[in-house]
C-alpha cells in the first residue's frame, strides 16, 4: 500500500498557525492514528496493515516536536494538541473518523473525544497515559522494572 506524506497548515485559537506533517495512506473510512512518545513509528507497522487489510483511510500525524518537526511555544498541553487535531480533522474535511491513540497518543485521544467534535464517531485509547482517573493513581514510568512495565500495560 502506497503512503504520501503531506504538511497541512492548521489553525487553532490557542496556538496560532501550526504546521502537521501527516502520512495517509488507504481509501475507506478514515482513521487517525495518534502515535505514543516513541514516535511515529511506534504506529507504522499497525498504520500499515490496517490500510492494507481494511477499506481504511490511515492518517497518522506526527506530532509537534516530533521527528525533527517544529513545536510552537503556545503548543504545550495535550488538550493544545487535541484541538489542534480536531482542527486538522476540519481542515481535511473528515467525518465519522475513528481516533485510536496509544500511550500519550490515548491521552490525546481522550482529549479529543472531551471536545466532542461532530467529525469523531469512535475513539479507542491503547495503553493510554496521562489520564488521571480517581482510585487509580499513575505509575511513575521512569522508577519501574520492565517486569512492572509490562504487569501494568
Known sequence: MTSTSRIYPVSTDAAGLVEVTVTDSGKGRPFLLLHGGGGPQTVAGFADLLSS???????TPVHPGFNGTARPDALATVGGLA?????????????????????????IAAEMALLHSARISNVIIVDGVGIEVPGHPVADFFSLTMDQVVKLG
Not at 487489510?53 to 492518517?59: E, L, N, Q, S, Y
Not at 484541538?83 to 491521552?107: C, K, Q, R
Open 53 to 59: 487489510t481494511r477499506d481504511a483511510r490511515v492518517i
Open 83 to 107: 484541538a489542534l487535531y480536531v482542527a486538522l480533522l476540519d481542515e481535511m474535511d473528515l467525518s465519522d473518523v475513528t481516533v485510536v491513540g496509544n500511550s500519550i497518543g490515548g491521552w
